[in-house]
């Protein structure tokens, strides 16, 4: 999250990237836990990853999208198609544990998992670096900190 040492749109947009690792430190070995501890994780889970979503949505984005047409039909378009999926899959799960049908569950993570996994790996190696490299400090600072106090205003902490 970003502190007075963030001076540069890399260090701002690394805060992204710790809080994947966070959000995936909820479900990891979800499965083996019990129905109602696994479904208060999940609903943790939910919440911060669509907290984190917003924040790429509403800020990252847009400001790069302004740097130019091409990162508008190319990145930032594959990007929003994940986040939909993602979301479907998300909002697949969450009713299913919600239900108690782990089985369900079950099948919605197996594609959900690895869906937010190669799309993380995607922001973190191609995007974020493309933000880094073409926005101004401002919005990157800006993203980071809209990350950070969000987070900070629903009182949770980064595992």
Known sequence: MPDATMKDPQDALASFARDHRGIDSLVLGGRFKPAAERLADFKEFD???ERHIRC??????PALARRGEQWQNGPIRVMLEEHKDIRAHKAAALAALERGDLEMAARHEKILFPLLSHHNAKEEQVLYPACA?????????LAAEKLANSENMEG???N
């Open 47 to 49: 919440r911060r990853l």
């Open 56 to 61: 790429e949505e509403d800020i990252l984005f």
């Open 133 to 141: 490299a073409l926005l101004e400090t401002q919005d990157a600072l």
């Open 156 to 158: 949770t902490h980064e």
